[in-house]
């Protein structure tokens, strides 16, 4: 019997067992960049951690963050390349708007970082497979495809979604093609906005009538200005001011039915 899902489009139904996601999958000239948010810490670590930060992008998840999350994300999408940046703050810079334009502006860095990373792949002297597997994974095979016109898609959770905005920003000053963004559970989402530029977005987290004590009191949820969709925690997923947040409870999006709210697309075999 098929299952049906809240969303804020409705109930909308779902496979009652996930549809296995290698099967849908095939890889596709594309980038994925997954920006998390806060990483638990003591505080005055955590304040170190800030001042040291270099805003670099990893090839891997170097902060384990992901929960497999990423994995789902990548192997749906199809994208061949996947980088990591780590959209981590004080708590202080929570649910402010001067902690928002910090973050976006560190974004801005990890942008550049990110580009300047894409280029050294991209026109490295060094030729042979094994080689290049050894220093760059996977994103070796980027210097067979133009690097400014592959799509880059983000997907970015809690305080990583202004991160993210700044490191959009610079992809599309620089003559890159962001296309796409996934926010989940984006901490202070009203402060935010989807540039026009980006073809397809989408927001998770929960929804306006879920009663209080099923909110998300870590990043209280609003609609990101200018996002394309927005698809609320479905019943029979663990909810509350912290479960409503946490990255690992999201597995849930990757049961959607093709074609309805919050689907992630698989991309197109060029």
Not at 68 to 95: C, H, N, V
Request: glycine content about 8%; hydrophobic content about 35%; charged content about 20%.
């Amino acid at each position: 019997m098929m299952e049906l899902y809240q969303t804020a489009a409705g109930m909308l139904p779902v496979s009652p067992v996930a549809t296995p996601i290698n099967s849908i999958a095939h890889k596709v000239p594309a980038i994925v960049v997954f920006v998390n948010g806060y990483r638990m810490s003591m505080p005055v670590a955590n304040i170190i951690r800030e001042m040291r930060r270099n805003d670099e992008v990893k090839s891997y998840d170097v902060n384990d963050y992901w929960n497999d999350i990423d994995d789902k994300f990548q192997e749906r999408l199809g994208d061949q390349f996947a980088f990591y940046a780590d959209g981590d703050a004080p708590t202080l810079t929570a649910k402010n708007n001067m902690g928002f334009t910090m973050r976006k502006l560190h974004g801005r860095k990890a942008g550049l970082n990110l580009i300047t990373q894409l280029t050294q792949i991209k026109n490295s002297t060094i030729k042979n497979k094994t080689s290049r597997k050894v220093l760059w994974g996977d994103n070796a095979d980027l210097n067979l495809y133009d690097i400014k016109s592959i799509p880059i898609d983000i997907v970015c959770h809690s305080m990583g979604f202004a991160y993210a905005l700044g490191m959009v920003e610079v992809l599309q000053e620089s003559g890159y093609n962001p296309e796409r963004i996934y926010a989940l559970a984006p901490e202070n989402p009203g402060k935010g906005q989807i540039p026009g530029y980006i073809e397809e977005s989408q927001q998770y987290g929960s929804g306006p009538d879920d009663p209080w004590y099923q909110q998300d009191r870590i990043a209280p949820q609003e609609p990101i200005p200018g996002v394309g969709n927005s698809t609320f925690i479905p019943d029979g997923i663990p909810k509350g001011p912290y479960d409503s947040h946490s990255v690992a409870n999201y597995g849930w999006i990757f049961k959607l039915r093709k074609g309805s709210r919050g689907y992630v697309k698989p991309r197109e075999k060029n």
